[in-house]
């Protein structure tokens, strides 16, 4: 049995943010809560991460950070989350993407 809270299944949410996420163009990275917002769901953005999570890397999942443009996966994924946006020509600013470069905002 496990203590981790499991997100609640909701199939039309998750699949607005997948429509979302699939938009997003090569080069550009939105952050978790702008995802949200542009599904019309603000204040979701962890419901968007168990959405990337459920979507068993079927999206462009490296194209969506946390805010601020900072990569909040650990370890290798991280590695590998920003070598996938900077061969794509993301440009960075230390740990985090430039968003004023790279970043779409949700209307």
Not at 21 to 33: E, F, W
Not at 34 to 54: E, N
């Amino acid at each position: 049995m496990s203590l981790m809270a499991q997100p609640p299944q909701s199939d039309n949410l998750f699949a607005q943010f997948r429509a979302v996420i699939r938009r997003i163009p090569r080069g550009k990275v939105m952050t978790y809560g702008d995802v949200a917002k542009a599904a019309g769901k603000p204040g979701y953005a962890r419901q968007v991460a168990w959405a990337l999570h459920a979507s068993g890397g079927k999206l462009p999942w490296h194209r969506v950070l946390g805010s601020g443009g900072k990569i909040l996966l650990t370890g290798e994924s991280a590695i590998e989350q920003r070598t996938r946006l900077e061969l794509e020509g993301v440009e960075f600013r230390g740990s985090k993407v430039n968003l004023q470069q790279c970043g779409i905002k949700a209307d």
